[in-house]
């Protein structure tokens, strides 16, 4: 078949593989990683760290400056044009100011703390230093990774990443577990991540050739970028974090933590494996032919839902049993939440397609009075609902907000790229198919064991897919192919 056919380019889709095989090795040994945290933890030291990690987060996500989104929007069309001067100046003074804007940010945590741990119910006193230092790492690995991502390094990122993460297990495996030392751990092996990646980019981007820094372009990208990052990440997971540890105790901050984080991982294994990468592969496609855009969406869209409908019906059967059998009875609670999450994470198919088109038309900025609506509407949902309800009332605001604020975003949405492009018959026909096919397994089988979990949700995928490939129509297929992203399509 033609190469031309294809909407990404043959470097896009060459890494891939490395980028999918990367993200599952991370996730077995992040899955590791988090039953021997939330195991060798309390329930109350688990939830001080949830704390802190998402405070950590927060502080990444605003220094950062949205200039990790212009790397990725950026560095592919200055690659294109064989601009490696403007790419190693912008790299280095884009990291050079994150890092003086953390500097500033660890300052106001340090001030702050005694206020937050009042706030929250934790001592944050003593523990702000090794937030920031968790922040300060996070924040190095994120540029490092986005960096490598823009120039399709990413053989050399999934051999970093799982050096980390298997220097990361090694070091929560020595000694007595406590917050402090999954602090200074986690910091220390993204530090280690960093200075490798920067030993290798420094030998493998040529030197010369290109142009002054466009500053006020890459400004007008980055700075609605961060706001839209930070907007984000209030508007998923942290609203709901900061109000439960207000309103209730600890303890549930760490069964929502954990329900949370594992939904999340297992739910976002693949996406966000690609989503760096497709961010540089959707600007560098539309750089080449503006007009081909909406099937891309279309396209990922199909993808998604054949990669997360499926897992999200398994989960919400069997959740909890499986936290019964890997975090200890003591985290029952939290997989009964990650059983609702992940149906509910299952609403972020709606933005992660459109936020690529959106960033490639390089309009976030006329983006940000929805995601400040939505944003204010979570906040909203959260002091009406969690005070009442508690954790059922974080799941339920989720839900309100995204409900009340969709008609909004399809008519903003529309407005910049110029529809939504979403299969919608396809989504009914998969979600109706998996939930029957993982309704029969729950009711059928007793997870009794970590062997019969795993064997069975062998058989349900294999079922499950078996089924989508016969029912799936011609259409369906031709759309989830159209990216070329298979590995034998470009043969």
Request: charged share 10%.
């Amino acid at each position: 078949m033609k190469e031309d056919f294809f909407l990404f380019s043959r470097a896009a889709v060459a890494s891939i593989p490395w980028m999918v095989w990367g993200k599952i090795l991370n996730f077995v040994i992040y899955f590791f990683i988090s039953v021997s945290i939330a195991r060798r933890l309390s329930a109350e030291e688990f939830g001080a760290w949830s704390l802190f990690a998402n405070i950590a987060e927060i502080m990444m996500v605003c220094c950062q400056l949205g200039l990790h989104q212009a790397l990725l929007r950026y560095v592919p069309e200055f690659g294109q044009k064989g601009y490696f001067g403007t790419i190693r100046l912008f790299a280095s003074h884009a990291l050079s100011l994150e890092l003086a804007v953390l500097f500033i940010g660890a300052i106001i945590l340090g001030l702050s703390s005694p206020f937050l741990g009042t706030l929250f119910h934790v001592n944050l006193h003593g523990e702000w230093l090794f937030v920031a230092l968790f922040a300060c790492g996070f924040l190095l690995k994120d540029f490092f990774s986005a960096l490598a991502t823009a120039l399709y390094y990413s053989r050399f990122l999934t051999v970093a990443s799982c050096f980390q993460g298997l220097l990361l297990l090694g070091m929560l495996w020595m000694g007595q577990l406590h917050v402090r030392k999954v602090l200074e751990a986690q910091s220390l092996s993204l530090i280690a991540f960093a200075l490798l990646s920067w030993i290798y980019l420094q030998h493998k981007i040529p030197y010369g050739g290109g142009e002054e820094v466009p500053n006020g372009r890459i400004a007008k990208f980055s700075l609605p970028s961060c706001f839209n990052g930070i907007l984000n990440k209030f508007s998923s997971q942290y609203s709901e974090i900061f109000f439960l540890g207000f309103y209730t105790t600890i303890e549930t901050v760490g069964y929502y933590g954990l329900g949370f984080s594992q939904s999340f991982l297992l739910m976002t294994l693949l996406p966000l494996s690609l989503h760096t990468l497709f961010t540089s592969a959707v600007a560098e496609a539309t750089t080449k032919n503006g007009e081909v855009l909406p099937r891309i969406i279309k396209s990922l869209f199909s993808i998604l839902i054949v990669m997360l409908v499926p897992v999200a019906s398994f989960a919400f059967f069997f959740a909890e049993p499986g936290f019964i059998l890997l975090f200890g009875k003591k985290m029952a609670f939290a997989g009964v939440l990650a059983g609702y999450l992940c149906m509910l994470h299952l609403l972020g198919l709606f933005s992660y397609p459109l936020s690529l088109g959106i960033i490639a038309k390089e309009k976030i900025a006329q983006t940000l009075p929805l995601q400040v609506s939505y944003v204010a509407a979570n906040i909203l949902a959260d002091w009406l609902l969690i005070p009442r309800f508690g954790v059922w009332g974080a799941l339920g605001a989720i839900f309100v907000t995204f409900a009340l604020m969709l008609p909004y975003r399809i008519r903003v949405v529309r407005s910049i790229i110029g529809g939504i492009f979403f299969p919608g018959w396809f989504f009914c026909r998969v979600c109706g198919l998996t939930l029957f096919i993982a309704f029969l397994f729950h009711y059928f089988v007793a997870m009794t064991s970590i062997t019969r979990l795993v064997v069975m949700s062998l058989l349900y995928f294999g079922v499950a897919y078996s089924l989508l490939f016969v029912l799936s129509t011609k259409k369906d297929k031709e759309d989830i192919l159209a990216l070329g992203v298979l590995p034998w399509q470009r043969k």
